[in-house]
């Protein structure tokens, strides 16, 4: 029999020491070595991917199907604003998403499992991935984290504060958002600010540009497929008098629908185009450039089936479970529909104001609701031991 209220001290434990000790993507070179011994103190035989990520096999008793579980690893640039004995150690680099607890739960998890093997029919294979906020998945696929046993399934768990505390969510379909980061130049005509008519102005028409692409979502694409377009950054210009000869914007552009690739091009080109048209109406040249982040993160349907009917229904009420979907990205989209595996992404809720955890992801004020951690825990286990039954 499980008790999992065993490990509770233990994952509360580990996921303050990678909170204490925070690395940035692909940079996660203590947090790697801290996974490696702990695995091989399991018994287990972990092996470096990507750098810094870690992977490791579980081999069941019996054979049967490979199931992977996987935890990001990185922090974020974020100098941290909490009160707490275990506050970051490293300046300026803060666990603000969450990916401490996603590390400490698949430990722990690892733990429980290692010493379960007789239950087991197939191998679990376990991804500590680097870089989640940057796409780190793409290069573990690309030195081939699917393959060697090539993987049936995979799934993830993602602690999530506008989820409150003891609430799962959870649905099948698109469940976050398809994202690229686009930079466009604009080059003008410097000058003199009192003689406009002998210069190209960019700033004008940078301004044009930042009104105008914001009809996309609201005149060209169906309401029910979310778009958000946001510029983040922009920059031109030197001083006051004088008229700049470049601007430099950049931006996320954000989709959540399962669309086919006609689908999923579409806000790209129509955002092009219409920059292009502007820039020509204002005389002045750009260039305009999309950086893929991350592939819409779609739950497989029987996989959530499977998920609610023999996994979420041994640790809560059916009517916590709820259908949940955000336009945040996510590289875990890598281990499924985007390399065409079942799977599903669960977020677990970890909002509770009661101990300052209704803070939105990626403050300096971040923090999680470390209760909430065993409820990870129990996911994983029970997630591989039912799949492998
Ligand atoms: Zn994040
Ligand atoms: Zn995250």
């Known amino acids: 029999m499980l008790n999992f209220e065993d490990y509770k001290q233990e994952v509360i434990e580990l996921r303050r020491h990678f909170h204490r000790h925070p690395e940035l993507g692909f940079q996660e070179y203590e947090t790697s070595r801290f996974i490696q011994e702990y695995l091989t103190d399991l018994g287990l035989e972990p092996k470096t991917i990507a750098k810094t990520g870690v992977v490791s096999l579980i081999k069941g008793k019996y054979p049967g199907k490979t199931l992977l579980l996987r935890a990001d690893m990185d922090a974020l640039a974020i100098q941290e604003e909490n009160d707490v004995e275990y506050i970051s150690e490293n300046p300026g680099v803060m666990h603000a998403c969450g990916h401490d607890g996603h590390i400490a739960m698949l430990l722990v998890a690892a733990k429980i499992l290692s010493r379960r093997t007789e239950d087991i029919h197939g191998t679990i294979k376990l991804v500590f991935q680097p870089n989640e906020e940057e796409d780190g998945a793409s290069f573990l696929v690309k030195e081939g984290v699917l393959e060697n046993p090539r993987v049936d399934s995979s799934f993830a768990i993602h602690l999530w504060t506008p989820i409150p505390s003891g609430y799962i969510g959870l649905k099948s379909g698109p469940v976050m958002a398809e994202m690229y980061n ?101 005389r002045v040249s750009c260039e305009v450039e999309f950086l893929p982040s991350s592939y819409t993160v779609i739950n497989e349907e029987k996989s959530v089936a499977f998920l609610k009917e023999c996994v979420l229904n041994q640790i809560i009420d059916g009517n916590k479970v709820v259908p949940y979907c955000c336009m945040g990205g996510e590289d875990f989209s890598e281990y499924i529909n985007h390399n065409n595996i079942p799977g599903a992404l669960v977020f677990v809720g970890t909002g509770n104001p009661a101990v300052g955890s209704d803070i939105p992801h990626h403050r300096c004020d971040f923090n999680i609701d470390e209760k909430t951690l065993l409820t990870g825990v129990k996911i994983h286990v029970l997630t591989a031991l039912e799949y492998l039954k």
Request: hydrophobic share 35%; charged share 25%.
């Open 182 to 282: 686009f930079k466009i130049v604009l080059r003008g005509k410097g000058g003199h600010t009192s003689s406009p008519q002998n210069s190209v102005d960019p700033i004008v028409c940078a301004a044009n540009i930042i009104q105008t692409v914001q009809s996309i979502q609201t005149r060209e694409i169906d309401p029910l497929e979310p778009t958000v377009i946001m510029f983040g950054k922009i920059q031109g210009g030197t001083s006051s008098n004088i008229i700049a000869d470049t601007v430099e914007m950049e931006g996320t552009l954000r989709y959540l629908y399962d669309g086919d690739d006609e689908g999923v091009q579409q806000p790209r080109r129509r955002f092009k185009r219409m920059v292009e048209a502007i820039c020509e109406a204002y």
